[in-house]
């Protein structure tokens, strides 16, 4: 059984600049979730798709935007890039949109804005 | 809103000795997921243990335990014979079992455990 996996490991772009930011979810998991680990912060949620439609969403602007894909891959895209959005950005994936049912974490992407 | 406030960020720990993180949070639900991660050097997020709020009974995963109080607000993590791969950050998180995905997963800021050989 293969895990959640992220592409790339790691990124560095220059302010104002596109990103976009891949995950693949684990075999026989529906659901994504994103979030945003800033240095020395605790992760926080930025959107979560199922079965390819956004289904929740936290304070995160609109230029924050995401897909999920019909094998249930999902990609990150960050627009006009800001240099607070540098930070960890880590994909978990689970079996199920609700509790109980467990998130997967990926090993994360860490973007650098310059 | 849902807050989750980890008071300790470092705290060390003696191998093969017992060591106890703590974690408040504040809510108005009365039905909850609570949880503990680990995350190592390597980045990814580990669960550790998690918490229904409905159950009386504290959860229990080998050498990590739990002792939750639901009135105070209250889910720390104890970890029995330190082991040097415990080291990591902690982070405590809650969840809401609403239907919806946006009510997902509430962080802390975390605690970073040093184990001393």
């Known amino acids: 059984e293969t895990g959640v996996t992220q592409s790339p490991t790691h990124l560095i772009k220059t302010r104002g600049q596109q990103v976009t930011l891949r995950c693949s979810s684990q075999?026989?998991?529906?659901?994504v979730s994103w979030y945003q680990q800033a240095l020395g912060q605790g992760p926080q949620f930025i959107f979560q798709y199922y079965r390819e439609e956004e289904n929740g969403r936290g304070n995160f602007p609109p230029r924050f935007s995401g897909l999920q894909f019909p094998n249930y891959s999902s990609e990150l895209n960050v627009n006009a890039l800001e240099l607070d959005d540098s930070a960890l950005y880590l994909c978990?994936?689970?079996?199920?949109?609700?509790?109980?049912?467990?998130?997967?974490f990926g090993p994360g992407t860490r973007l650098t804005v310059t | 809103a849902q807050t989750v406030t980890q008071s300790q960020p470092e705290m060390s720990v003696q191998e093969a000795e017992t060591v106890t993180l703590s974690c408040t949070y504040d809510?108005?639900?009365?039905?909850?997921?609570l949880f503990w991660y680990k995350q190592p050097p390597s980045r990814q997020m580990i669960l550790v243990i998690r918490q229904e709020a409905y159950k009386q009974q504290n959860a229990t995963e080998n050498r990590f335990s739990v002792n939750f109080q639901k009135a105070a607000k209250s889910f720390s993590l104890k970890i029995s014979d330190s082991q040097l791969g415990d080291a990591a950050m902690y982070f405590c998180?809650?969840?809401?079992?609403?239907?919806?995905?946006?009510?997902?997963?509430?962080f802390g800021t975390g605690t970073r455990l040093t184990v001393i050989p």
């Open positions: 978990a994936s689970s079996s199920g949109p609700t509790a109980p049912y467990e998130q997967y």
């Open positions: 809510t108005s639900e009365s039905d909850y997921y």
């Open positions: 998180a809650y969840r809401s079992p609403d239907q919806t995905g946006a009510n997902n997963l509430f």
């Open positions: 075999s026989g998991h529906n659901t």
